[in-house]
């Protein structure tokens, strides 16, 4: 009976032997094919790179341009506005701008109906004016021409206050405005903007706050 007993028991043994044997030699063969698995990628990309050219543009830079366009002075006709501009590129999104600009102006309806009268003289038609300015960088980004050209490029705001001088006298002055920043190379920006030059005249009797618009096109140079 003891005998066999023990031969019962020998055998449990070389079974519970042999199934750890197994056990091991199947977790081996897991971790090999696990490890050859992972060194396989799981996509292969075959994509071709674009390269892109940024704008170097340091936060330091300095711009320097012209400008021409049309300005409409309130009550006194339409006609072509030109000026010069200074950019101070203060961070990637502000920028500090000065801007000198001048414009001849018409005569008004009154003076036109009168037959006579004038108002002004010919020296105190020329609307000239100055003022510096905050511009905030908006929505930057690449304007496309055609499929195979593509231009660094930006919408901006800018506000700002300043001087008018006109009829003989001088006006402060708040401008705000809208513009389109391209950059064709890395050293020339070309510039489309609106602005409205505000302040408060008595001109033709009751004082009113003038509205005094203007549409213009720039070409700057970095430096």
Known sequence: MDRRILVLLLKSCLTLLALVVLSACGRNNLVADNSADAALPVINPDVERREVSEPKISTQDFELGGYVGYMSVEDFGTNVVYGARLNYHLTEHFFAQANYGTTDTDKTSFEELSGGAQLLTD??????????????????????????????SA?????????????????????????YRMLPIDAVAINFDVRDHMFDSDLLGDSK????????????FFF
Do not use: K
């Open 209 to 220: 706050i003038t509205h005094n618009i203007e549409f213009s096109m720039g070409l700057n």
């Open 155 to 179: 919408l901006y705001l800018v506000g700002g206050v300043g001087n008018t001088d006109f009829a003989g006298d001088d006006y402060f002055t708040v401008t705000l405005g809208a513009g």
């Open 123 to 152: 020296s105190e038609r020329t609307y000239t004016y100055y003022n510096a300015s905050l511009g905030l960088n908006l929505l930057p980004g690449e304007s496309f021409v055609g499929s195979d050209w593509a231009f660094n």
